[in-house]
């Protein structure tokens, strides 16, 4: 048997330690590809909205975590499947972790941190009091949203392989499942634990309330993620430069061209995504042509749209000061574009 050592795990492993010990050293190495992502630091807007949203669901601390746990084992496992998935070469400034670790492992720690996450959703059902709550409502609430999550991304992955501009509607509706998903399940989960308020100027928004609030935060953050995509200098830097042409990614501003060409009886944009061109000089002559078609300063007064809504929004459910921080923060108008 060989004991080379490999990443951290020690030498002579099997030879120096218990059979206890050596099982629990081979589980750390395994962990090697999560802990490697999560230690570079992201935007953190999902642990942010979380807390935001809290400000009128009002849980108590001890179940919030276990929440906040779970969303981030979520959302960081599925950054290490959407880097294979998409062929991603950075991952928030540094290389993918497939890159390093190879794709089986990273695969597999993916899918081992899932199951961790439908664990945590058993324990909060053990945390809900069974003559007043269904104790598997957090568990069907897990397995719903995840469902719907790997059907979203499922669907952008199919209309990139196949070649296929979505609709708008179609467009938006893979949004709210893949994008929106993880807030949804984090605010239904929280929506189960939620308490009366002391503050009586918030109103506490029911579930479609929320639901719809965060469907448009949904389609705000993602549209100016693929705005940030082709025009950001800073999205630039952490990823590469206009990562969703090589991908071959029907996002917002992609899906727009194409359907402006359309009218004009041109195919230039479905051109260029077809070839997965890592040519900087085709890239840039792409934004150039979508700009040409007001692409870009159309999807920019869209988002500020969303943004006022969601302003408008939080004004109504009695203010957040939490969530407009985050509006701020990603407003359209801080985003530092290409000139």
Known sequence: VSTQ???????NIIDSCSDE???????????????????????????????????WLNVE???????KELIKILHESSLLIDDIQDNSQMRRGQPAAYLIFGISEV??????????????????????????????????????????????????????????CPTVEEYVDMVLKKTGGLMMLAFDLMYIFRREHVNQGISLP??????????????????????CNLWDVQYAANKSFCEDLTEG???????????????????QVLSILKQRTTSHSIKQH????????NVKSETHQYLKELEEDLRNQIESYGGNPLFLKIVDLLSADRINTVS
Not at 5 to 11: K, Y
Not at 31 to 54: C, L
Not at 122 to 129: I, N, T
């Open 5 to 11: 050592s490999t990443g951290n795990c020690p030498p």
């Open 21 to 55: 010990e050596v099982n629990e050293k081979y589980l750390k190495c395994l962990e090697e590809p999560y802990s490697y992502s999560t230690q570079m630091p992201g935007k953190a807007v999902r642990d942010q909205t979380i807390e935001a949203m809290n400000a």
């Open 61 to 67: 601390g001890s179940v919030l975590n276990k929440i």
């Open 107 to 164: 695969i597999n720690i993916a899918n081992l941190k899932y199951f961790e996450a439908s664990k945590i959703a058993l324990e909060l059902g053990s945390m809900l009091h069974p003559k007043t709550a269904d104790t598997s409502e957090p568990s069907r609430i897990f397995h719903e949203w995840m469902i719907k999550l790997h059907q979203g991304q499922g669907l952008d992955i199919y209309w990139r392989d196949h070649h296929i």
């Open 206 to 227: 029911d579930a479609a309330t929320g639901h719809h609030f965060l469907e448009t935060f949904s389609k705000f953050f993602q549209i100016r993620d693929d705005y």
């Open 249 to 267: 990614k029907f996002s917002w501003v992609i899906v727009q061209g194409v359907l402006k060409e359309k009218e004009l009886g041109t195919t």
């Open 286 to 293: 792409c934004c150039k042509f979508l700009e040409s078609l």
